[in-house]
């Protein structure tokens, strides 16, 4: 059996999309892992399965590349949307995933906003393994918690080159105060409207942009009033916008960029 695919990229974030529209859908743990493997099969960050939906133009899926769901992609998001939006010409598609219902928008320059939804602060919805104030974790170096539909976990340092991810994020992902361990990032705040931002991703490694680990960084600086309502966020693979009010939805916008198309051996 082949499955057709397509490969996009946001800033480096790479993720493929598989349309099962009509279809059944294949994608298990398993396979999610062979087409996520770099040396024996297509390589991503997250794959994006492309299904029917009653109440918006498509359902989507989201698999990390070591075989485990994610109820959110920033980035994938917005590569489905771009590829609807140009097959029905338009300028903007409401997309479901486990996060509700997303609106994401046409830009200019190649770029697509999404509206990723309100950030969830309380602990139990983090989640945190016991009740605490999300803003200042009891953890070394002071860090903050969010969700954006996955866990995220920011510190804020004075250098971020001094920080190695690799290094420590696996630890981090991984600790007792996170039951469904998190994604960690390192923030450093270059003025009230510009960031440097370096990720470990939960499930993943270190990437060079993650559209979600960006809304949830900013959404940690804002609440420690370090930062404005308006953010450009850079990371190694390029700069995205972040915009969030204090109170509504996070809205992400930046480039996606089509790689190629091919079809992948299951069997």
Same mark, same amino acid.
């Given at each position: 059996?082949?499955?057709p695919?397509?490969?996009?990229h ?5 993720f493929?999309?598989?349309?099962r529209? !009509?279809?059944? /859908? ?5 396979v999610a ?5 770099r040396?024996t099969?297509i390589?991503?960050n &997250?794959?994006?399965? @492309?299904?029917?939906c009653?109440? +918006?133009a ?5 698999w990390n590349?070591?075989g485990?769901?994610l109820?959110? #992609?920033?980035s994938a998001?917005?590569g489905?949307?771009?590829?609807l ?7 903007? *598609? ?9 609106t994401c928008?046409?830009e200019? $320059?190649?770029?697509?906003?999404v ?6 602060l309380?602990w ?8 605490? /104030?999300? #803003?200042t974790?009891?953890?070394?170096? %002071? =860090?903050?918690a969010c969700?954006?539909?996955?866990p995220? #976990?920011?510190?804020f340092v004075?250098d971020?080159?001094a920080?190695d =991810? +690799?290094? @420590?994020g ?10 469904a361990?998190? %994604?960690v ?10 960031i440097?931002?370096?990720?470990w991703?939960? $499930?993943? !490694?270190?990437?060079l942009g993650?559209?979600?680990?960006? #809304? !949830?960084?900013?959404v940690?600086g804002?609440r420690?009033g370090?930062? /404005?309502?308006t953010? &450009? *966020? &850079?990371?190694?693979g390029?700069?995205v916008?972040?915009?969030?009010d204090?109170?509504?939805?996070? @809205?992400?916008?930046g480039? @996606?960029?089509?790689?190629m &198309?091919?079809s992948?051996?299951?069997?």
């Open positions: 059996m082949t499955l695919f397509t490969k996009m946001a800033h480096g974030d790479d493929i999309i598989i349309d529209r !009509g279809l059944d /859908d294949p994608v298990t743990p398993e892992r062979r087409l996520g493997n040396h099969g390589g991503f &997250q794959l994006a399965v @492309v299904l029917d009653e109440d +918006a498509a359902r989507v899926k989201f590349p070591n485990t769901p109820a959110t #992609c920033g998001t917005r489905v949307a771009d590829r939006m140009h097959e029905t010409r338009s300028d903007s *598609v409401v997309l479901r995933t486990d996060r509700g219902l997303l928008v046409r200019a $320059g190649r770029r697509v906003s509206d990723m939804g309100a950030p969830s309380d139990a919805a983090v989640p945190l393994a016991e009740a605490m /104030d999300t #803003c974790l009891p953890l070394a170096g %002071n =860090p903050a969700s954006m539909g996955n995220h #976990c920011t510190f004075a971020i080159y920080i =991810p +690799a290094a @420590v696996p630890t981090l992902e991984v600790h007792p105060l996170f039951p361990r998190t %994604n990032h390192f923030v450093e705040v270059l003025d009230r409207g510009h440097r931002l370096r990720i991703e939960r $499930g993943g !490694g270190v990437p993650s559209g979600s680990c960006c #809304c !949830g960084a900013v940690n804002i420690r370090l930062l /404005d309502a953010v &450009q *966020v &850079q990371c190694d390029g700069t916008t972040v915009h969030w204090g109170q509504g939805g996070v @809205v992400l916008t480039s @996606v960029e089509p790689i &198309q091919g992948a051996y299951l069997f």
